[in-house]
């Protein structure tokens, strides 16, 4: 299957700050890359998409940067607040097959107040 | 309020015997998809489904089953489940190519 990692498990930062929560996928065609928030006890949250022919995208306090050189993935939150503290996963729609979805074991985000 | 909608939401059974988890969404989407999570491992698919009566493997179809037969309903079987089955699953939704909406998962332990 697609090969989609995150660099770090969790990720601690302080309320205000911002945060990048980073991702790495190994197939060269995906064409779809999804960020999505769970928080416990809950079925993962859509936040923002971006597609291959973008480089950057951004919502409201998250920007997602796509980076297809290296095959990475970033998603920022600016201004972090205690509500963001969740786990976090990047998904990619393979690139041979656009209605298979690729999950990585996702980021724990932790906001101190 | 657009929602996916399973049941059970908790589950305690026995090895070989049959159950069946309900998926339900309420806003038409044509794809819809099963997968389990398991610590260490993240979201992993196990069926897809791109509209009635077109269902597909994803990665870890083994035990289970599904079906389509209606546009807001993809249930999940596992006929004869076992121990290795225990697992958090979740169903999701959307349109052809976009981004999925979840169900608030079921838990499952099969003793």
């Known amino acids: 299957g697609e090969n989609v990692g995150l660099h770090l498990p969790t990720l601690s930062v302080q309320e205000g700050d911002n945060s990048i929560i980073n991702c790495a996928y190994s197939?060269?065609?995906?064409?779809?890359f999804i960020w999505y928030k769970q928080e416990s006890g809950k079925g993962p949250q859509f936040i923002i998409d971006?597609?291959?022919?973008?480089d950057k995208r951004q919502g409201q306090r998250v920007t997602v940067l796509l980076n297809k050189t290296v095959k990475h993935l970033s998603l920022q939150i600016a201004a972090t607040q205690p509500g963001d503290s969740a786990v976090y996963f990047c998904?990619?729609?393979?690139?041979?097959?656009?209605?298979?979805?690729?999950f990585g074991s996702g980021t724990k985000l932790n906001v101190k107040p | 309020e657009a929602q996916v909608t399973q049941n059970p939401r908790y589950l305690i059974t026995v090895t070989g015997k049959k159950l069946t988890v309900t998926c339900s969404q309420n806003?038409?989407?044509?794809?819809m998809s099963w997968y389990r999570q398991d610590p260490g491992l993240g979201l992993r698919q196990i069926y897809y489904?791109?509209?009635?009566?077109?269902?597909d493997k994803g990665d870890v179809p083994e035990g289970y089953k599904v079906s389509r037969k209606e546009k807001r309903n993809f249930p999940l079987i596992l006929e004869s489940p076992s121990p290795n089955q225990t697992s958090l699953y979740f169903c999701?939704?959307?349109?052809?190519?976009?981004?999925?909406?979840f169900g608030d998962g079921t838990r499952l332990s099969i003793l």
């Open positions: 999701a939704s959307s349109l052809g190519g976009g981004p999925q909406h």
């Open positions: 197939n060269s065609a995906s064409d779809y």
């Open positions: 971006i597609r291959s022919n973008m």
């Open positions: 998904a990619e729609i393979g690139g041979y097959n656009f209605n298979k979805f690729y």
């Open positions: 806003m038409n989407h044509e794809y």
């Open positions: 489904s791109m509209n009635v009566e077109v269902t």
